[in-house]
C-alpha cells in the first residue's frame, strides 16, 4: 500500500499528493478538450471545402504526377500564404487534397533530410522565408493535428498590416484572395488596393 500521509500523520504529505492527482486529471481532461476542439476546427474547415479563406494542398514539394520534388509547388503554398496575408488572412491545409481527402505528410517527409514533422516545419518555414521573408513571420502559425489517422499541416494567416510581396525568379509579385484563389494585382491595381485595405492603419 502506497504510504500517502495519512498513516503516518503527515498530512502535508497528503494534501501534496492530493493536489498532485487532482492537478494531473485536470491536465488530462483540459488536453483532451483542447484536442477535441482542434479537430472539430479542422472537420469543419475540410467538409467546408476550399473558400477564400480556406485553400488545400495535397503537397509542399512532391510532385504525386512525377514522384519528384518540384519546387513550384514550394511557390505555390507561399504565394497563397502570401494572399492570405494580402487580404484578411485564412487557412491552409497541406496534404489535403481539393476532393476533401486525407492525403497525411508522408510523401513529403520522404524527401526531407529529417523526416518527421519537425523537418517538415523547417522546410516549410525556408519556404515562407525564400519567397516572403522572415518579417511577417508573427502573423504565420504552424501546427499539425492528426486527421484519419495521419498528420496534416494547418497553416493559420492573419493579415498583415502592410503589403506582401512574394519573390519568385527575381521578379516581385503581389496577391490577393478572390474566391477559391489566389490571384496577381498590376502594379495599378496594388495600389489602389493598398490605399483601400491599409488606409487606417
Known amino acids: 500500500m502506497t504510504n500517502t500521509g495519512i498513516e503516518s500523520d503527515d498530512f502535508g504529505v497528503f494534501l501534496q499528493a492530493r493536489s498532485k492527482r487532482i492537478f494531473d486529471e485536470l491536465k488530462t481532461r483540459i488536453e483532451l478538450d483542447r484536442k477535441e476542439t482542434e479537430n472539430e476546427e479542422i472537420e469543419e474547415l475540410i467538409s467546408g471545402g476550399e473558400t477564400d479563406i480556406v485553400e488545400f494542398k495535397s503537397t509542399l514539394r512532391y510532385d504525386l504526377k512525377t514522384k519528384s520534388v518540384n519546387k513550384i509547388l514550394e511557390y505555390v503554398v507561399a504565394k497563397t500564404i502570401a494572399a492570405f496575408l494580402n487580404t484578411g488572412g485564412g487557412h491552409l491545409l497541406i496534404g489535403v487534397d481539393d476532393k476533401q481527402n486525407i492525403l497525411g505528410l508522408?510523401?513529403?517527409?520522404?524527401?526531407?533530410?529529417?523526416?518527421?514533422?519537425?523537418?517538415?516545419?523547417?522546410?516549410?518555414?525556408?519556404?515562407?522565408?525564400?519567397?516572403?521573408?522572415?518579417?511577417?513571420?508573427?502573423?504565420?502559425?504552424?501546427?499539425?493535428?492528426?486527421?484519419?489517422?495521419?498528420?496534416?499541416?494547418?497553416?493559420?494567416?492573419?493579415?498583415?498590416?502592410?503589403?506582401?510581396?512574394?519573390?519568385?525568379?527575381?521578379?516581385?509579385?503581389?496577391?490577393?484572395?478572390?474566391?477559391c484563389s489566389s490571384q496577381p494585382l498590376s502594379r495599378v491595381e496594388q495600389s489602389a488596393y493598398e490605399k483601400e485595405h491599409w488606409s487606417n492603419n
Open 106 to 179: 508522408s510523401e513529403d517527409m520522404i524527401t526531407l533530410k529529417k523526416q518527421n514533422v519537425d523537418g517538415f516545419e523547417l522546410q516549410l518555414i525556408q519556404v515562407i522565408k525564400k519567397y516572403i521573408g522572415n518579417e511577417f513571420s508573427s502573423h504565420i502559425k504552424i501546427s499539425f493535428p492528426e486527421c484519419e489517422g495521419a498528420y496534416i499541416c494547418l497553416v493559420k494567416v492573419s493579415k498583415s498590416s502592410s503589403p506582401v510581396f512574394i519573390i519568385f525568379e527575381g521578379k516581385e509579385d503581389f496577391f490577393i484572395r478572390a474566391g
